[in-house]
């Protein structure tokens, strides 16, 4: 799952100047959950929260991550334009793996109470599908979201109602 490092494009955004907005995620319980930094400084350049839902036998069953990046002063983004440079290295970085990603194409979202984009992925080896992944980009004052996650594809539809419910308990403010 190191396509889920996709959130590092929106690294480049980043610059010196106050943080205006924070971020909460609550995690339902069970979930391995990591913070960095830990403890998050609200003037942190970068805040990242990664939860990980384990399997009976170990294994990484579902992985979610939210990055909050600064946006320099006066920065200008257009958020269909970091998805879309999302995507292609998410499906690079697949590629390099001896995967296939299939996405779509950018669609409307709410992250949070911000509008958002979202691409949804299926990931295949030798024409099977193996994992579904999702990136979604939203702006906020002063700052940039993203929100990835991925999951095994036969597990998808069994932790549909777990991925909104993390979802449905992001705020950002």
Known sequence: MSALRS????GALL?????LAEMQVIWPSGWNVSR???????DAPLIRQRGVRLAEDGSQELVMEITRSR????TSINVENVIVEMRKALQKDFLRQGLQAACSKPQAVKLGDLDGLEVRCGISRNGTEVLKQALQ???????AYSLTYAVPAERYA???DEIES???????H
């Open 7 to 10: 959130w590092v494009l929106l």
């Open 15 to 19: 610059a010196s100047g106050p943080a």
């Open 36 to 42: 960095s930094p830990e403890p998050a400084a609200v």
């Open 71 to 74: 946006l320099g002063a006066g």
């Open 137 to 143: 980009v939203a702006l906020g004052d002063g700052v």
């Open 158 to 160: 069994a932790l549909a």
């Open 166 to 172: 993390v979802k449905a308990g992001i705020s950002l």
